[in-house]
């Protein structure tokens, strides 16, 4: 299989695999992948047994990532830690109880609509429905709607 | 170091010993008129609100402190693009607590954020005002004698009044209270309220009839049912009697019943019910003042406390 292939083939670094066909960009950008200074590879529409098709997303030689964005745009996907060719961690996506700068309040009358400097901060309120709450005017956001 | 954003931010327990130290101080002011001296409270209130600016402003002013600020957000240094932070983080070495009013949802948090002084909400938007709740509660205190075993009553815009969603936060957390909520069917108590009451397991009822549940209520909060928050006119005209409370719908409630109201009233209740014993919405006014003097005490002067 394609994507086992292409798994297998990286020495060192991390591997997000079975991420939902067309969320590999939007993950490529919350990650600032774009921006980064070392070697990673996205692949699109990675024929897959389980998903028809998905997205990866190789990371070589970084084995430390901020995994909480991810677990909140596609929940879904899986993490393996590559070492020696081998997998040597897994790690479990949840959804983060927090993020900054991910999700953006929408509430005209919040304070963040005119303190433009400040971060914006969410907290998860609602785990099985997604919903995050603004830390200052609590208004709602689904973590869908990225 | 303390500051007061939410009307939750402080426990019960530090609560009843605040509105405890509150009741000294309306016992005897005078035994309090040096307490801050040579403090400097700064008013900040970005947006108007005379009633909540002079109660503050007369609360420190009672402690023997003195007062720096400004009154209208138009002549404050943020107007000229100043961020809310930047102007906090100066203030912080002007003055020795922050008293703050603005128009944004959770400006007084970014404000407690960047300030090295305790920071009060004196309003932030539609969400919170704690003090306000901190008068009514002291209110409700003076005349029922206690805050726990009370059936409350709200009357009105139950929606969009944050007055009420604060008072019945925290009320909510003393035993043995429960809710009797009036509203039009438009104007009902929000969801994120309902699952709060539902969690902590806090009785309540809805209905749209007031004078059936007026005899029921130890405590009536009113609210005022605003035009603008109607579709159309017929609808206002035809709800908003049903949500004015007057002589003759009170003769259905309890001796005991205590009325209250945060003010300013336009119609919601008629002139015929200032004269009743049971109107006490004129003495929270005046309680407010000592609720906000020991709040200030205690913030800046945490000894007074317990
Ligand atoms: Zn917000």
Redesign the pocket.
């Known amino acids: 299989m394609a994507g086992q292939r292409l798994v297998n083939s990286i020495e060192k670094g991390i591997v997000i695999d079975h991420i939902q066909a067309g969320m590999g960009i939007k993950l490529f950008r919350y990650l600032n992948l774009d921006k980064a200074g070392f070697t990673v590879v996205m692949i699109m529409n990675a024929a897959s047994k389980r998903m028809g098709r998905k997205d990866i997303i190789k990371i070589q030689d970084i084995t430390d990532l901020d995994y909480t964005v991810i677990g909140l745009i596609d929940h879904r996907a899986t993490i393996s830690v590559i070492d020696g060719g081998k997998i040597i961690a897994k790690k479990p996506l949840t959804l983060p109880s927090t993020v900054q700068n991910v999700l953006y309040?929408k509430?005209p009358r919040?304070?963040?609509?005119t303190e433009k400097q400040m971060p914006?901060i969410f907290r998860l309120q609602n785990a099985g429905e997604r919903i995050y709450k603004?830390?200052?005017?609590?208004?709602y956001v689904n973590g869908f709607e990225l | 170091m303390k500051s007061l954003i939410n009307t939750l931010d402080f426990s019960v327990k530090e609560q009843d010993e605040l509105l405890a130290l509150a009741n000294r101080m309306a016992a005897s002011p005078k035994d309090y008129n040096e307490l801050l001296k040579g403090r400097i409270m700064a008013s900040l209130f970005f947006e108007p609100s005379t009633r909540t600016r002079l109660s503050f402003e007369s609360a420190m002013l009672r402690l023997g402190g003195r007062v720096i600020g400004f009154s209208d957000g138009s002549l404050s240094s943020t107007a000229k693009g100043e961020s809310l932070s930047d102007t906090i983080r100066m203030v912080s070495h002007y003055a020795d607590c922050i008293v703050i009013r603005h128009s944004k949802?959770?400006a007084a948090q970014v404000a407690q954020t960047h300030a090295s002084v305790p920071v009060i909400n004196a309003g932030d938007g539609g969400r919170e005002h704690p003090t306000q709740t901190l008068t009514d509660l002291m209110t409700i205190l003076k005349v029922k004698n206690r805050l726990d075993n009370l059936t409350v009553g709200c009357v009105g815009d139950l929606k969009f009044g944050r007055t009420v969603h604060s008072l019945v936060k925290n009320i909510g957390r003393y035993p043995g209270v429960r809710f009797l909520f009036v509203s039009p069917g438009e104007l009902r108590i929000p969801a994120f309220l309902r699952t709060y009451l539902d969690e902590l397991r806090i009785p309540y009822e809805e209905s749209s009839h007031m004078e059936a549940a007026l005899g029921l209520m130890d405590v009536l909060y009113m609210t005022r049912v605003q035009r603008e928050r109607f579709f159309n006119e017929e609808e206002y005209i035809r709800l908003k009697d049903m949500f004015i409370l007057n002589s003759q719908k009170l003769e259905n409630a309890g001796k005991e019943l205590a009325i209250l109201h945060p003010l300013p009233r336009v119609n919601e209740i008629a002139y015929d019910v200032d004269d009743d014993p049971r109107a006490v919405y004129f003495d929270q006014a005046g309680y407010g003042v000592f609720a906000r003097m020991a709040l200030l005490a205690w913030l800046l002067d945490g000894k007074e406390l317990g």
């Not at chain 1, 919040?110 to 609509?113: D, G, R, S, Y």
């Not at chain 1, 603004?134 to 208004?139: D, G, N, Q, R, T």
């Open positions: 309040c509430n919040c304070v963040t609509a914006h603004c830390a200052y005017c609590e208004e | 949802e959770g």
